[in-house]
């Protein structure tokens, strides 16, 4: 399997203009979560779904932002409008959660943003 | 909002010596994980400790957990030059999804 892969790499917008950032999880994985990783804030978890369903964006942090989840091997964040705070370094991770047992995250490169 | 908060926030040690970060954390967790990232890149899964074991081991990763005091600490001995990166512990309070709430990270740096 390939890993997580997130697209693009690195994205610069300007502000005001909608950003989308993509993920594909690895195949057969049940959970997927975005992050963000600032210098300031570390990494921040945004929102996470299990088997394509939302189950927690009280990370999210304003109604510019959103995420959907349509089938099992793509996600995408979106911003909408884009504003300078937003640059920092987006993450995507996947797992495996079978019946509650612990499982580790494989997080995607990541996406880094800069809105200028 | 970060869970658990790491320290020292950097370190730097020489080759061959042993570097220990600590985590310390706020609310009970089911688990508590600890993850590489090398410069620009994603995170990189180590090792996971149950709430119930109080120590494990993987090669020269020896992680250590103290549910009393909340407090978690990772130490790799015999440091290499490759071992320099950021470090992060990262909890899951249970529920079965997984979610993984992370602290700020110890900077390694091992000098040859």
């Known amino acids: 399997d390939a890993g997580v892969i997130q697209s693009p790499r690195h994205e610069v917008t300007e502000m005001g203009q909608e950003v989308t950032l993509r993920c594909k999880p690895i195949?057969?994985?049940?959970?997927l979560f975005w992050y963000r990783q600032t210098m300031m804030r570390g990494l921040e978890l945004l929102i996470y779904f299990n088997n394509n369903v939302p189950i927690d964006d009280s990370g999210m942090p304003e109604d510019r932002f959103s995420a959907k989840m349509p089938n099992a091997s793509f996600s995408t964040l979106k911003i909408q409008p884009s504003e300078p705070r937003d640059s920092a370094v987006y993450f995507c991770?996947?797992?495996?959660?079978?019946?509650?047992?612990?499982?580790?995250?494989?997080f995607g490169q990541g996406t880094r943003l800069t809105v200028v | 909002s970060q869970q658990g908060e790491e320290d020292p926030q950097a370190l730097s040690i020489q080759e061959g010596e042993n570097a220990t970060m600590n985590c310390s954390y706020k609310?009970?967790?089911?688990?508590l994980q600890w993850y590489r990232q090398n410069s620009g890149r994603g995170l990189v899964h180590l090792i996971l400790?149950?709430?119930?074991?109080r120590e494990k081991h993987s090669g020269r990763l020896r992680v250590t957990l103290d549910t009393s005091k909340k407090s978690s600490s990772l130490l790799i001995t015999a440091s290499r030059a490759a071992d320099t990166a950021s470090y992060f512990c990262?909890?899951?309070?249970?529920?079965?999804?997984?979610?993984?709430?992370f602290g700020a990270g110890t900077r390694l740096a091992v000098h040859p």
């Open positions: 991770a996947s797992s495996l959660a079978p019946a509650g047992r612990p499982a580790e995250a494989f």
């Open positions: 990262a909890t899951d309070a249970g529920g079965g999804y997984n979610k993984l709430i």
């Open positions: 195949s057969g994985h049940n959970s």
């Open positions: 609310t009970s967790i089911n688990n």
């Open positions: 400790i149950r709430s119930n074991e």
